[in-house]
Structures are given as C-alpha cells and as structure tokens.
C-alpha cells in the first residue's frame, strides 16, 4: 500500500541551527501539508502545497519557515533558524485528486528536539 | 471558521466495555468529519470518515461514528474495547473550498487508555 516516508525520524540540534525535514508523498498525489503537533497538544497546520507553491499558510509559518518540492518526489519543510518553541512531531501529508473529500494521508512523523 | 471541540482529554475504559469518544463540530458550511488514530510513536492512521450520505460511517478495527447535524456531533464508538484500541483519537472537519487547500482541523486528542 503507497504511504507517506517522512526522513529523519528523530533530530535534536541546537538552537539557531538550520533544520529541513524531509518527506516522499504519495506518488500520484498532488496536494502537500505540513502538520505540527507539540507534546501533549493538538496537532497544527502548518502549510499547504499545490502546483508548486504555497496555497494557505497558517499564521505559524512565519519568515523562518519554507517548503520547497526540489525535484518532484520530494517535499521539505526548512526550518531558518530553530527555536526552542519548534520542538514538536512534524507530519506530512498528501491527498491525490481523487480524495475531493480531504482525506489526508500522513507519514509517521519526523520528532524535532531543540536544545 | 470551522473547529472541533472533544470533550474529555483523557478516557479509560475496561477491555470489553464500550468505548464512547465524543466530538463537536463548528461549520458554517456541511462539514466533513473525520475520526484519526495515532499509536504511541506512529503517524496518524484514518480510522473513518462521513462527506455525505448514510450518517452512520463504519471504519476500521470495528469502530464507527454518527454524524448528527442537530446535536453537531461526530461522537466515535466501538461496543466492545480490546487492549489493542489504547491509542490517541483525533476528530478532524475539513471544508471543501474547492480551492488546493482542504486542510484538516484537529481537535486536541482523546487519549483513551483501556484497563484489563
């Protein structure tokens, strides 16, 4: 069964330092998210992805954050400067054309330490 | 503006009784609805959804939901609860804008623990 890949699973760096988290949507879908979810809280929407550029952002996506489809498989949240506050589970997702409704499908997550 | 409340952050059942996770909606808009499950260290994982149609939606692991527009509820049952259900439930709306975006709004989780 296709599936959202989501690299690395777990990064710790240090405050300041540049982060880019790396995800391999389903390969027919055209519809990219980022999702976040800090410990113990609900999960927050970052960003959504079509057609090669930004179609809503929340008010979370600030100047430090950017997404990029490099090269038509991959999909990276980059992350300028870490705060202590980015530390939290970051998902991807993706939705294919045929998934009018919204479903969302979501890797596993990539665990985001800041120290 | 769409959101979801759950009532209840933290829920314990015994292995075989009911399981009752209850959800809200706010929607200007005919919502649709979605229960997730995230296992402990796990992405989250649909376990049903209702857009239109029968308001009773079956899903996974021998879980459904009843979407009630009167009461906007989406409440999530399973009659009997099996040690394997202790996870984290997420109920989501998303508005079809018609535009690229369809995002998800969650709630803030139900954490359901199930005691032997």
């Known amino acids: 069964e296709p599936e959202v890949t989501q690299t690395p699973s777990h990064q710790v760096t240090q405050m300041g330092q540049e982060v880019i988290l790396r995800c391999v949507p389903i390969?027919?879908?055209?519809?990219f998210y980022w999702y976040r979810q800090i410990l113990g809280q609900k999960v927050e929407f970052l960003v959504s992805?079509?057609?090669?550029?930004?179609?809503?952002k929340s008010e979370i996506f600030d100047d430090q954050f950017s997404v990029e489809r490099p090269d038509g498989s991959n999909f990276t949240l980059k992350i300028r400067s870490t705060k202590l506050e980015d530390s939290a589970m970051y998902f991807c997702?993706?939705?294919?054309?045929?998934?009018?409704?919204?479903?969302?499908?979501f890797g596993e997550g990539s665990r985001l330490t800041v120290l | 503006a769409q959101s979801v409340t759950q009532l209840g952050s933290h829920v314990s059942v015994s292995e075989g009784a009911l399981v009752l996770l209850r959800c809200n909606y706010s929607s200007s808009v005919p919502p649709y609805l979605f229960w997730y499950v995230q296992y402990p260290n796990q992405g989250l994982q649909l376990l049903l959804k209702y857009t239109t149609g029968a308001t009773l939606v079956k899903g996974i692991n021998g879980f459904e939901a009843e979407f009630k527009k009167s009461e906007t509820s989406f409440h999530l049952t399973k009659p009997s609860a099996h040690m394997s259900d202790a996870a984290e439930y997420f109920c989501?709306?998303?508005?079809?804008?018609?535009?690229?975006?369809?995002?998800?709004?969650f709630g803030t989780g139900t954490l359901l623990a199930v005691q032997p």
């Open positions: 992805f079509y057609n090669n550029e930004i179609s809503e």
């Open positions: 390969s027919n879908h055209l519809y």
């Open positions: 989501a709306v998303s508005v079809n804008y018609g535009g690229a975006t369809n995002k998800l709004i």
């Open positions: 997702a993706s939705r294919g054309t045929g998934s009018p409704t919204g479903e969302l499908f």
